[in-house]
Structures are given as structure tokens and as C-alpha cells.
């Protein structure tokens, strides 16, 4: 075997033990998750346990991951949204077994670098680029290079506001400061930050509708897609929002997310901690019959965009709906998409796909390649 060769299937060999360690430790996670939300959610009136309904859900279970047996994640969403359909895909099963078959993972950060955005989508769709910092480099928005001088004087005269954001992971709003363009110089200077890479963007307006829940936050869709084929199908979306005067709008930040049926939000919310809100808690406004504009373009933008995207099957994106009822990309997700939230308000993930998509993932099983 020549070396080459040899250094590349180790590294894949690598990456996939690094993975398979990382999905333990998940499946661990969420298994112990899903305990503690039941104890904390019931533990006042605990509902009954529908027998026949488990025993389904663990006959498909059975059928197509053999040794999976757990159906407390059927027994939570189930006593929630009284949703009783046996294909619903626990945490654990999902990012330790599915995803990694389905999302070709070792190409999740190149894809997620958002310096690199513009090399796939136009950019009169994401928010207007100021600079990108590379390894202490500064680069315009024609990815030019710019003397680090100029680009300090520049942003030392500007009182626009502005979006720093990691280039890589900075989901949850990691890393993220908003603020205006002179206030980060100092910290644009300091050579501590040039270890890694950034992106500074304008600070985009959303659409009034969109603000009036939260207008501290940017309120986003998180819509997730799946490639069918050739087609694609969006599995659900749902509207998130920031509370407590938070620019940030996720959940992992305390935000709420509110599910979306034709366009129309539910008639509540909820947080991570699966409390549930029937209006914002800070405006006081309701989210029953709220109707989220220009959704339907929002949803056929992430299904013209994952067409160019081959390598993974399931991706949740991150819309914003402008100003002018513009739709703006953010960024996408190829990691972690919120499954539990989806399933929590519409129901099993890949609903009437279910059966392509349990196909597709045994075929992938059958390959056993190294990248998995």
C-alpha cells in the first residue's frame, strides 16, 4: 500500500473512533436526559403508560435498530403532544447511530466555516460582509487581502453596528458580540484573537412582525431539510426568539421556540427545559394565530440551497425574514440539528419519510466505511 494511501485510511480509521467515542457519550447524555425530564415534568401527575402503544414503538425498534429498546422518549412526547406514532427517533439513537450514516461528518467544519459562505451562496442573501480575519490576516468582502492597518482605521471611525462571529462554532451564539464598529478595535488588535478565524458582518434588521415579540433579538426560523432522492423535503420548522432583553434568540441562550404549522405559529412555546409559554414572557404577546411572513419563500430557499449540497442528507438552517420581507441567510447546522424540539410539536422527525429514510440508513450501514 503506497504511504499516502496508508495516512489517509488511518485518519479516517482515527476520525472514526474519535466519532464512535463522541456518539457514546451522547447516547449516555441523552439517555440520562430524558430521565431527568420525565421525573421533573411528571412528578406531580405522572400519565399513564399506554402499553400497547410502547409495545409498538419497541416492535419498531425491533425491526430496524436491533438492540435499541428504550421508548422513554415515545412515553415523553407521546404525554405531550398526544402524538402517539410508533417511529419517533430517540436522541441517543439518532446522533449515535443515524446521523453519522446519513451526514458525512468529516466535512462538517469546511462546510460551516463561514468565511466561506460566498463560495456557495450569493451574497445578496446573507448579511453584508465587512471583513473576514484568517490567522491575523484581514480579507474584504472580495476576498481581498487588507493591510491590517487599514482595516483598524476604518472600523476606528465607523458607528455602525456590527456582528463579530467565530467563523467555526459559534452556535448557541458562542463567540458572538454585537456592538458598534470603533468599540472592537481593541480587541480586533489584540494578537490573542488571531488564533482563530472570524467574520464581521453587518447587523441586519429583521422584519417588524418578526421583531415585535423580542425586538432585542434577531428572531430566526430553524428550518430542518432532508435530501429524498432527488428531491427535498422539509421536515419541520419552527420560529425562535430571545427573551429577558437577550440579542441572542436560541435555546441553548434561554430563548423560546414556537412551532409552525402553514405558515401559522402554535398556540405555545416552549423553552429547553420544555416549559411551556403561551405568550412571550417579556412583550406579553401571544403566539396563537401569529403568522410568520414570507415563510413559504423561507422554506423554498433551504430547499433550492441543500440541492447544492451533497454531502449531507439532513441540515437545519438558520432564516432570518428582513426588513422588507427579504429572506437572509444566517448559517446552517450539520451537527446537531434539534430533533427533540421538532418531534416535541409535530410528531415523529421524518414523519411519512420514515421508511426512506430508515432505508437509506441501513444501505449506508451496509457500507462500513471508514468516514462513518
Known amino acids: 500500500m503506497q504511504p499516502i494511501k496508508f495516512r489517509i485510511i488511518l485518519k479516517q480509521i482515527v476520525h472514526s473512533l474519535y466519532l464512535f ?51 422513554n422518549w415515545h412515553y415523553y412526547y407521546s404525554s405531550h403532544n398526544q402524538i402517539k406514532k410508533a417511529e419517533y427517533i430517540p436522541d441517543s439513537l439518532f446522533f449515535a447511530k443515524i446521523f453519522p450514516r ?20 450569493e451574497k445578496s442573501v446573507m448579511p453584508r460582509t465587512i471583513f473576514k480575519l484568517m490567522n491575523g490576516d484581514f480579507y474584504d468582502s472580495e476576498n481581498n487581502k487588507v493591510h491590517k492597518s487599514e482595516a483598524i482605521a476604518k472600523l476606528a471611525q465607523s458607528d455602525e453596528m456590527v456582528v463579530l462571529k467565530p467563523a467555526v462554532n459559534s452556535s448557541g451564539g458562542k463567540g ?55 428531491n427535498i423535503e422539509v421536515l419541520s420548522y419552527f420560529m425562535r426568539m430571545g427573551v429577558n432583553n437577550s440579542t441572542i434568540d436560541n435555546g441553548s441562550s434561554g430563548g423560546i421556540m414556537v412551532g409552525a404549522n402553514n405558515g401559522k405559529l402554535n398556540d405555545f412555546g416552549i423553552d429547553l427545559q420544555f416549559n ?26 433551504c430547499i433550492r440551497n441543500h440541492k447544492k449540497i451533497m454531502r449531507f442528507t439532513i441540515i437545519s438552517w438558520d432564516i432570518v425574514i428582513g426588513k422588507h420581507g427579504e429572506i437572509i441567510f444566517i448559517e446552517y447546522n450539520f451537527r446537531q440539528p434539534d430533533i427533540s424540539v421538532h418531534q416535541y410539536f ?27
Request: charged share 30%; with cysteine; proline share 4%.
Open 276 to 301: 411551556r409559554y403561551y405568550q412571550h414572557p417579556d412583550s406579553g404577546i401571544k403566539f396563537k394565530d401569529f403568522e410568520i411572513p414570507n415563510y413559504k419563500e423561507a422554506l423554498n430557499f
Open 102 to 121: 446519513l451526514n458525512y461528518t468529516m466535512l462538517t467544519s469546511s462546510y460551516m466555516d463561514k468565511t466561506a459562505f460566498d463560495l456557495i451562496f
Open 176 to 230: 458572538v458580540i454585537i456592538d458598534k464598529a470603533k468599540n472592537l478595535v481593541a480587541m480586533l488588535e489584540n494578537k490573542s484573537i488571531h488564533k482563530r478565524s472570524y467574520i464581521l458582518q453587518e447587523k441586519i434588521e429583521q422584519h417588524p412582525e418578526m421583531a415585535k415579540f423580542h425586538p432585542a433579538s434577531v428572531n430566526t426560523l430553524r428550518v430542518t431539510t432532508a435530501r429524498k432522492g432527488s
Open 21 to 71: 467515542q463522541r456518539r457514546k457519550i451522547t447516547a449516555f447524555l441523552s439517555e440520562r436526559s430524558i430521565k431527568r425530564k420525565i421525573k421533573r415534568d411528571f412528578s406531580s401527575s405522572k400519565p399513564p403508560k399506554d402499553k400497547n402503544y410502547l409495545k409498538r414503538s419497541k416492535q419498531f425498534f425491533k425491526t430496524n435498530f436491533s438492540g435499541y429498546t428504550n421508548t
Open 346 to 372: 409535530d410528531g415523529p422527525l421524518f414523519g411519512e419519510h420514515t421508511d426512506y429514510f430508515i432505508q437509506r440508513y441501513k444501505e449506508e450501514c451496509q457500507k462500513n466505511e471508514y468516514f462513518i
